[in-house]
Nanobody, 114 residues
Framework: VQLQAYGGGLVQPGGSLRLSCAAS????????MGWYRQAPGKQREVVAR???????NYADFVKGRFTISRDNAKNTVNLQMNSLKPEDTAVYYC?????????WGQGTQVTVSS
């Protein structure tokens, strides 16, 4: 599985960004897709995940602000991020899981700053 992430950038607090991730390869075997993030000096943490059936779960710190969606026809997963805060600043990584194997896309920087 190969993952290509798009989006990210610099945005002011309260603004919005949309991240997209295109999957290729053995995509029919993917059970779960999601987004993780890693801020400087911190461990990578899960942001949001979506199953092949469309079930979603979110980290508490993004609930109500971020929305994950999946387009199975286009083999993409998106993360709409609203009401961004400076503490959302991090490198965001697309993730796909097949059984217990994780696949990662390249990170994309999100910076929230005035």
């Amino acid at each position: 599985v190969q993952l290509q992430a798009y989006g990210g950038g610099l945005v002011q607090p309260g603004g919005s960004l949309r991240l997209s991730c295109a999957a290729s390869g053995s995509i029919s075997s993917i059970n779960l897709m999601g987004w993780y993030r890693q801020a400087p000096g911190k461990q990578r943490e899960v942001v949001a995940r979506i199953s092949s059936g469309g079930s979603t779960n979110y980290a508490d710190f993004v609930k109500g602000r971020f929305t994950i969606s999946r387009d199975n026809a286009k083999n993409t997963v998106n993360l709409q991020m609203n009401s961004l805060k400076p503490e959302d600043t991090a490198v965001y990584y697309c993730n796909a899981r097949i059984a217990t194997t994780h696949f990662w896309g390249q990170g994309t920087q999100v910076t929230v700053s005035s």
